[in-house]
């Protein structure tokens, strides 16, 4: 063969300095946040409009509400019908966007550096001067319904709706559809919608990030006569008391039913964490020799060394109250047992054994080296910038993120298992064929067990 | 707003392999991406899915690099990388923080020089089991999941290489061996098949010294055999037509036509049209068929370019509940009849210029992006100079280059319809009570015949 030449493996050069990009941070008049970030030779401009009121404070009866308040933002204006604004926006090659999160809602565009200003002024107009109009909530609405129908068919998506109602307690908001239920959603008229479109103006809970090349671009100017007004904002719903309680205490399994399902979708874990930790950075480290690398441990057991699965991942989503932790992988029906049991082995041996010092090596060096393919362009730059005004973080978090990583020891990464994976409260959601697999799983003893058949949504 | 322009150099070594290197020292990033000349397409019968198993196999280690070594060095130096096989071709690329541009095409290098030299059985059944879970995982267990795989059936003939899906069938899966693994390998896997493209932050000097000693050595293969004719007509020579009862909550119309080839101007304007017929909410199907008359979910429309014979001109449309299906499917298609009769508005095609106009920036951003535009310009039209002229080629389309393309793209007798229909019993078999004013009630919700 030809191979002697490639005997010697290669040594890497020397790193060139990298630093997350500063950003200046200012405040319009109204008081809403504004932070720009200089990228030289990136014309196509990200700009997000961040405001801290996401679908978790929402009542209870009215959930869905600010997801379709938020697609509603784009049906009309005072000035536009919604065809006229998105061929405006189209003019300009730029498509506007609005999506609401559970902690955070959200709006932007992103659009070449020379149109800058009308782009921006359609966003504006956008979210400041929604009309709502009925007919177009009524039909919003109504495809809404549609989607939960559409979610509770394809297995992924109703693993994570199964997965939330089995750790959430029945009074968490986490534990909610994100856009609304077929109980909630056709209560959500244009009033509810107007109702939290209120909530939304409120300066103070508003951060305006804006990046890209922006040489000879005055954003301030741009931003302060469409952001920085004052506008008519009403007091929010108060807080929900629960957000995001868990609901297990003892190991529980619950399949649901998917009659001939070629393979089930499992979901493992718990409640899990805030953004805002003390060691975020061990968390990071931990899951990612955990179920983060493509050589994570998960990942090893159960594709590369047994075929059960494409692919077998684990993390956290770290929300600004807890969120999930999962780990996860679809498997081929007849080796839905024997996974789960590797699963929660690997579950056990991260509390319950050190990681090696190349594990470890690994999982920082792959975490600082990539750190800055992540933020190569403009929009998760900004994105990045938005999500520290969302979870209070301060303004050299991401500048301190890779010697965060780096100081992680072996003795973090085995307390970051131990105090953050319950192996005794852990739920097991399981989308398949409860024919083939339901007797096993009982044997199999993974908890209590609760079989779903006939699954529809609700309403 | 000036369009985006990639210098690069494009250079041969002696045994074959052409190169691309394109300096951009923006960011610390660098981008390697490897294009080889084979696909799908290349699969004989009774080896269907064996190019995508393939691309697995060549992340179970070569002579220097053991099994899920590979990734595990690529992630350890900080940098991703992934592979994936289409119906012409198969590519592999790492984007790698620029100090490490060397460990990336060292590792393409070994794999291409000595991958038999690793080869085992438990490793090829490993990928095999898989493969048969990304097969189960992306369409088996998905809702319209196949309809993909219908479409490639409907709209090639049994003995065209374009008429089984690259994912293949669990039977040939089974049956692949380690011989037809090599013999695989030193049919396509050579140097002279093969395209490199280095983008981002590195010198070049040093670049092709590191091309030239890891590629260098590596000896070329016979040219593997010429594909037999792929050339078709747009006709299907009659529409063609299937209906799926499943698991579906909703009914969804797929529609597919043999489209004008990749590389073919014609495909620019199809795709420029697909922009007016669907792109976003302003566009002709989303207007009509889910704003204006409320019949559908949501309507798509889109080309799948393909450089052998046609490509694919597709889209769907998803049913609401309660709406008579035929009625969403004729809507559907006088749009599509109306697109190939009357030219689209001066609006609409410079909304449609302006997208284009954004997206092409936003498709340059990312090294890995470009150095992937540039490999498949190379491998399949031994033209990367071509990402440098695409966008001024899709802003030169006329109304009438639209409307021209699509009247050869859109008459009856070449469509495949395929209709997928919910299961009776099913969660949306009641549904239709919901509001629904401007809803045509239709009685075939439960049709049973399926193909």
Not at chain 1, 377 to 400: F, I, K, Q, S
Not at chain 2, 194 to 201: F, L, R, T, W, Y
Request: hydrophobic share 45%; aromatic share 6%; charged share 25%.
């Amino acid at each position: 063969m030809s191979g002697e030449h490639l005997a010697t493996r290669p040594t890497p050069g020397t790193p060139r300095a990298y630093e997350f990009p500063p950003f200046e941070k200012t405040r319009l008049a109204n008081g809403a946040e504004l932070r720009v970030v200089e990228l030289p030779g990136r014309p196509l401009v990200s700009v997000v409009v961040a405001i801290r009121r996401g679908a978790a404070d929402e009542p209870p009866d009215l959930a869905g509400v600010s997801s379709l308040a938020a697609r509603a933002l784009s049906e009309g204006t005072e000035r536009h019908d919604a065809i006229g604004l998105v061929e405006a926006s189209e003019r300009l090659g730029a498509e506007l966007h609005a999506s609401a999160g559970w902690d955070v809602t959200s709006a932007g565009v992103e659009v070449l550096a020379d149109r800058l200003a009308p782009a921006v002024a359609l966003l504006a107009e956008m979210l400041r001067t929604p009309t709502f109009p009925a007919h177009e909530v009524e039909r919003l609405r109504d495809q809404r319904m549609n989607e939960v129908l559409q979610a509770y068919a394809d297995p992924r998506r109703r693993a994570g709706i199964a997965f939330d109602e089995a750790i959430y307690t029945e009074a968490s908001a986490y534990r909610r559809l994100l856009g609304g239920s077929r109980v909630t959603v056709p209560a959500l008229d244009p009033d509810s919608l107007r109702a939290r479109h209120a909530a939304w103006m409120d300066p103070s809970s508003t951060t305006i990030v804006v990046g890209g090349d922006l040489a000879g671009v005055d954003v301030r100017g741009i931003m302060e006569p469409l952001f920085g007004t004052a506008i008519a904002a009403e007091a929010g719903a108060p807080p929900l008391a629960v957000i995001a309680a868990s609901a297990v205490d003892t190991p529980t399994v619950r399949i649901v039913h998917r009659p001939g399902a070629v393979q089930t979708e499992v979901r493992v874990g718990h409640v899990g964490l805030r953004r805002r930790i003390a060691d975020f950075h061990a968390v990071s480290v931990m899951s990612a020799i955990l179920g983060g690398l493509f050589g994570s441990r998960l990942n090893m057991r159960l594709r590369e060394e047994k075929g059960y699965t494409y692919g077998a991942h684990a993390g956290f989503d770290l929300r600004v109250h807890p969120g999930p932790f999962s780990a996860s992988a679809a498997v081929d029906t007849d080796n839905t047992v024997p996974a789960v049991a590797d699963l929660l082995g690997e579950l056990r041996r991260m509390r319950e054994s050190d990681v090696t010092a190349d594990e470890l090596r690994a999982a920082k060096d792959y975490l600082i080296g990539v750190f800055p393919l992540r933020f190569e362009t403009p929009g998760p730059v900004v994105g990045a910038l938005a999500g520290l005004a969302t979870n209070g973080l301060p303004d050299d978090e991401l500048a301190r993120y890779r010697p965060g990583i780096e100081a992680v020891t072996v003795a973090d990464v085995r307390r970051a298992a131990e105090e953050h994976i319950h192996a005794d409260r852990l739920a097991i959601v399981l989308i398949g064929d409860a024919d083939r697999i339901e007797a096993d799983v009982a044997a199999a003893g993974f908890g209590d067990l609760e079989v779903l058949r006939d699954d529809a949504p609700a309403g | 707003m000036p369009a985006p322009h990639v210098d690069f150099t494009y250079e041969r070594l002696p045994n074959g392999l052409r190169y691309i290197l394109a300096p951009d020292p923006l960011a610390p990033v660098v981008a390697v991406n490897v294009w080889y000349g084979v696909g799908s397409r290349h699969e004989t019968a009774g080896k269907t899915g064996f190019a995508h198993l393939f691309e697995h196999v060549m992340f179970q280690g070569s002579a220097h690099v053991s099994k899920a070594e590979h990734i595990a060095l690529v992630q350890a130096a900080g940098g991703t990388m992934n592979g994936t096989t289409w119906l012409d071709r198969t590519n592999y690329f790492e984007t790698m923080p620029s100090h490490q541009l060397e460990l990336a095409l060292w590792l393409e290098a070994d794999r291409m020089a000595t991958l038999l030299e690793a080869l085992s059985q438990e490793n090829l059944d490993n990928q095999r089991e898989v493969v048969k879970n990304e097969k189960r995982w992306s369409y088996d267990n998905q809702p319209y999941g196949l309809w993909s795989h219908k479409l490639q059936a409907h709209l090639f003939p049994e003995d065209h290489p374009y008429h089984h899906p690259t994912i293949g069938s669990m039977e040939d899966l089974d049956a692949a061996s380690l011989e037809d693994v090599s013999a695989f390998f030193r049919t396509h896997y050579a140097p002279n098949n093969a395209v490199v493209s280095v983008v981002g932050d590195f010198d070049p000097v040093e670049a092709r010294a590191m091309i030239a000693r890891l590629f260098g050595p590596i000896a070329a293969a016979p040219a593997p055999p010429p594909l037999p004719d792929m050339s078709l007509p747009l006709s299907l020579g009659g529409e063609s037509r299937e209906e799926v009862v499943d698991r579906v909550p909703l009914a969804r119309v797929y529609v597919g036509f043999r489209a004008p080839t990749f590389g073919d101007p014609r495909l620019h304007a199809l795709e420029i049209a697909g922009q007016i017929l669907s792109g976003g909410k302003g566009s002709r199907l989303h207007r009509r068929l889910v704003r204006e008359e409320r019949i559908a979910q949501d309507a798509a429309f889109f080309v799948m370019g393909f450089v052998g014979g046609a490509s694919i001109a597709a889209g769907w449309a998803t049913v609401r509940p309660g709406v008579d299906v035929a009625r969403v499917e004729a809507a559907y298609l006088e749009e599509l009849d109306r697109i190939a009769r009357e030219p689209v508005t001066g609006d609409e095609l410079a909304r449609a210029r302006a997208l284009v106009e954004t997206e092409a920036v936003g498709a340059l951003q990312r090294v890995e992006d470009r150095a992937d535009q540039l490999s498949m310009y190379a491998t399949l039209f031994d033209d990367p100079e071509r990402i440098n002229r695409e966008l001024a080629a899709y802003l030169a389309v006329t109304a009438e280059d639209i409307r021209a393309v699509c009247a050869e793209t859109f008459p009856a007798d070449h469509r495949t319809v395929i209709t997928y229909l919910p299961a009776p019993g099913g969660p949306a078999d009641d549904e239709g009570a919901v509001d629904g004013g401007a809803v045509d009630r239709g009685a075939d919700a439960g049709t049973e015949e399926a193909a």
